[in-house]
């Protein structure tokens, strides 16, 4: 019997390689999203390094227009951290699509792999028999033209 041809070795490689893009994706999406909330860590420290020296020099009785140019500042500040907590948010939302775009493409190869595996013990099945009927037809021929004999029943019987 001639070897095992898997007819959908194209779309296997096909599918590995969409799994292998998916993953590369994830692994970027998951860089990003660190990328994000260090940027979100960072925003808040400088904030609230602000805020505190801002608080201190009002202590101190500083001038109510420095007070002010501060506290603009700090507004300001406050705004790029809510723009860093919402691009954290879109990190996020990116990151859980692209593993669920890994599991996708992870089952559909699955599904290709279950195919070959199938196959392989079919064939693998087919040449058995394939095989048996050669020994019964062999042990056939051995014992003579009115005997019927089959290995598969008689295992005792050898060559």
Known sequence: MKAYEFNLEPVQTVRRREEQVALEAYARALVDRTRASD?????????????????????????????????????????????????????????????????RTSQRLEAVNKLEVRGRQAHAAAAAREEQKFLDELAQRRAGPGTIVSLNENPSMSL
């Open 39 to 103: 940027e979100v860590r960072s925003a808040e420290r400088v904030l609230a390094s602000e805020r505190a020296e801002w608080q201190r020099r009002a202590g101190d009785g500083c001038p109510v227009g420095v007070l002010a140019h501060r506290a603009s500042g700090c507004q300001i500040l406050v705004r790029q951290l809510e723009d860093r907590i919402r691009l954290l948010g879109e990190a996020e939302r990116v990151v859980q699509q692209r593993l669920q775009d890994v599991f």
